[in-house]
């Protein structure tokens, strides 16, 4: 996309400093809450801004006081203007964004995967799947498309959840991220390009590149999506495909409605996309209350393709994922699969089979454990770290937590050397912004993440006084 070629009015930009106007002098305020944009990746870079007269009027302040701003914001790297073309975001100083990684000690606490210990039952499960096994060592041991008990329990629990499925729309696949990596490979070819959030699931960012897709990002916040800006993105930028998150999603924890979901279905309609639905913890919520229908049910042209896993809420060890789509969609994801891996085990099929016959019992326990460690954490944070901000999320296993200064990175590093791994926020950018928030997992028991929050408490302390980022790459 050329430079600029994005845009942004003067309304909905108006919109997102909103809340950030109370500081003085208000050209000041204004610059720092673009910047803010800018640097949380909820303004991707490349974005036009609007004609200062039209920031103005929307923001209800001289024309003067926006000249100020954008002239602040160019003063600081933010903004960069050529006569005729407007002026257009970018970053001061842009990072890499990427993840390359050092293992953490395996004495150290890790926040940063988000993985929760095997649920009560898998025992159980997988020796009668042991038992059963014995029924299917006769055969050839391949399944393509995945073993049809399996497709049938995935589908049966879509129905349950309101949405109409035949075991002939899904494709058993070794995990999520597997799933995810099949479809960009089905959906994009290289060049084309791609929507995601800003932040999201690092690890989809990466299949993303690696398939050669040029990343357009739409900020997303804990308090959700503001989706005239999430659809203006589908209009303007006309995505192949798009990656979304809208069951707590990862890390903001946000939820979308089911007004929502309707509406983004629409606009990937109108802009001719393909959405990639991952909904790996949609079977996490911790609160009560309605969740809304998949995203597919408002689907009625076979453009939403849903990702599907029982990592987090069995156990990560189970490598069983699934799309759901359409059969003949299900023949060309079994083409590609084959270049590389032909079907997955047998015997996690069985054990995830079993596992999601008793889906309603797991849900109940694995949501009372993972209340216990959010509010954990959240009260241990209140505590000893008030300065930092989140919103609870209502499921999912993760808190994005808002930090005072953009000393992500260097906290992390710091925390490190105190036997804690946070996640920090730039790992979940396309730009290398998000240095202002961390992502913490709620994964580990009460009483380590309690351990966790001191020691973060003190890494924290340290790099208010020693801030400078010592550079090694950290992993999550
Ligand atoms: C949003 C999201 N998608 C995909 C995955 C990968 O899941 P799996 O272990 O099933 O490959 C994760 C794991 O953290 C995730 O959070």
């Not at 002239?71 to 407007?86: F, H, I, K, P, V």
């Not at 639905?277 to 689907?299: C, N, T, W």
């Not at 380590?448 to 550079?471: G, Q």
């Amino acid at each position: 996309m050329a430079i600029g070629e994005r845009r942004i009015n003067g309304r909905l930009l108006a919109r997102l400093i909103g809340a950030h106007m109370d500081e003085r002098p208000y050209y000041l305020a204004i610059g720092r809450a673009i910047s803010g944009l800018v640097l949380d990746g909820r303004i991707p870079t490349h974005t036009r801004l609007p004609a200062e007269r039209d920031l103005a009027s929307a923001l209800k302040v001289s024309r003067n006081t926006v000249t100020a701003a954008y002239t602040w914001l160019r003063e600081n790297g933010y903004l960069d203007s050529r006569q005729g073309a407007g002026s257009w975001t970018v970053l001061p100083d842009a990072g890499s964004g990427s993840t390359v990684l050092s293992m953490p000690n395996a004495e150290h606490i890790d926040l940063g995967v988000a993985a929760p210990p095997a649920i009560e039952g898998l025992q159980d499960a997988a020796r009668l799947a042991v038992d059963q096994f014995a029924a299917h060592a006769g055969g050839l041991g391949y399944a393509p498309y995945g073993l049809p008990e399996l497709r049938h329990a995935v589908a049966r629990r879509y129905v349950e959840r309101g949405l109409a499925t035949d075991p002939e729309q899904i494709f058993v696949t070794n995990g999520a991220q597997h799933a995810i990596a099949l479809l960009m490979d089905l959906l994009l070819d290289p060049g084309d390009s791609l929507l995601v959030e800003s932040p999201t699931y690092h690890h989809a960012l990466d299949s993303a590149r690696r398939r050669g897709a040029r990343i357009r990002t739409v900020g997303v916040a804990p308090d959700g999506w503001d989706m005239e800006y999430l659809v203006d993105a589908f209009r303007q930028t006309k995505p192949r495909a798009s990656y979304l998150i809208p069951d707590f999603h990862n890390p903001t924890g946000a939820l979308m409605d089911d007004d929502e979901r309707a509406a983004v279905v629409a606009a990937a309609r109108r802009a001719g996309t393909s959405l990639i639905v991952d909904e790996s913890v949609a079977e996490l919520a911790i609160d009560s209350g309605d969740q809304p229908a998949p995203v597919a049910a408002h689907d009625f042209d076979g453009r939403v393709f849903t990702v599907g896993s029982v990592a987090k809420l069995f156990w990560g060890g189970l490598r069983i994922g699934w799309i759901r789509t359409t059969p003949p969609m299900v023949s060309r994801l079994m083409a590609i699969r084959q270049r590389v891996d032909m079907s997955s085990p047998i015997l996690d099929q069985l054990i995830a089979t079993r596992l999601l016959s008793d889906i309603m019992r797991i849900r109940a326990e694995r949501s009372r454990q993972l209340r216990r460690s959010r509010d954990t954490l959240t009260a241990a944070l209140r505590e000893r770290i008030p300065e930092w901000r989140f919103s609870t999320p209502g499921g999912g296993l993760v808190l994005w937590v808002g930090l005072p200064r953009p000393v992500a990175t260097a906290l992390s590093e710091n925390a490190a050397r105190h036997g804690v791994h946070p996640a920090p926020g730039p790992v979940f950018g396309a730009e290398g912004t998000l240095e202002h928030y961390l992502r913490l997992s709620y994964t580990r028991p009460p009483e380590v993440l309690a351990d966790a929050v001191d020691r973060l408490a003190d890494a924290y302390a340290e790099t208010l006084i020693r801030p400078a980022p010592l550079r090694h790459d950290l992993y999550v």
